[in-house]
């Protein structure tokens, strides 16, 4: 919708990309700043306890996301209403951004984010590595639009789709082989 | 004339806006940085990964 061919409205589509995905950098942050003061919590644990806590959400994600298990994960179960677009398109976009980007305003279709909030948790790593991987979360959200921005199709929309379960799963056994890695070291 | 969005895109563009190709970046360098102990580069690339997992999630 925002980043289709078909654009109408009187903004530059790249302005909105821009102000879409400082949005959601914005969030990605905010989320991750609350996680990383949750984090303290975890503290007091043991680290091989907590490693070995992280790398079984880990495996869990990837038999949640396979479909091997089923988990109910907490998630707010709407869409981001679509008046915050109708009048204000930069401000609406930047708002529309941010919530998508905080993760906690609109559904939670995929188990990787659910590993990495609940790693972050039990990890406690410092507030620079805390916030960054907020910032990154953002950051791959925005990559999707910029994609679809720079395809100029809505053809790409069709490809995503099909890529979608490949990804999803990739990405579950990606953020579990990569932490295992960091974390066995 | 076709209008933009009817026409096909281009080989050139359709392989470099390919939705395969952002995982692949994103889980080469999160391995990568895990290999090589860079905790934050690792981190952020992993955050990036569950961003990116929610393509199309609205």
Same mark, same amino acid.
């Given at each position: 919708?925002?980043?289709?061919? *078909? ?32 984090? *303290? ?50 401000? *609406? ?93 | ?58």
């Amino acid at each position: 919708m925002l980043f289709s061919p *078909g654009w109408r409205a009187p903004v530059r589509q790249s302005q909105v990309l821009a102000v879409f995905s400082l949005g959601l950098l914005l969030g990605g942050t905010l989320s991750a700043t609350v996680l990383w003061l949750l984090s *303290g919590l975890a503290a007091p644990v043991p680290g091989p306890v907590r490693t070995g806590a992280i790398l079984t959400v880990g495996v869990l994600g990837v038999a949640r996301e396979a479909g091997w298990v089923r988990i109910p994960m907490p998630q707010n179960a709407r869409q981001i209403p679509q008046e915050v677009l109708r009048y204000r398109v930069r401000r *609406g976009a930047l708002q529309f951004g941010f919530e998508l980007g905080t993760g906690v305003r609109t559904f939670v279709s995929a188990s990787a984010p659910y590993v990495v909030a609940l790693g972050l948790l039990l990890a406690h790593q410092g507030p620079v590595t805390t916030i960054l991987t907020g910032t990154g979360f953002g950051v791959g959200r925005a990559v999707t639009a910029t994609v679809r921005y720079a395809s100029r199709h809505d053809e790409w929309d069709d490809r995503r789709v099909t890529r979608m379960p490949l990804v999803a799963n990739g990405i579950g056994v990606t953020v579990l082989a990569a932490l295992a890695l960091l974390l066995l070291r | 004339m076709l209008a933009a969005e009817a026409r096909p895109a281009g080989r050139l563009r359709r392989g470099l806006t390919e939705p395969l190709l952002p995982f692949a970046a994103l889980a080469l360098l999160a391995v990568a940085a895990a290999a090589a102990d860079q905790v934050v580069m690792c981190w952020a690339s992993v955050g990036a990964l569950a961003g990116y997992s929610l393509s199309g999630s609205v």
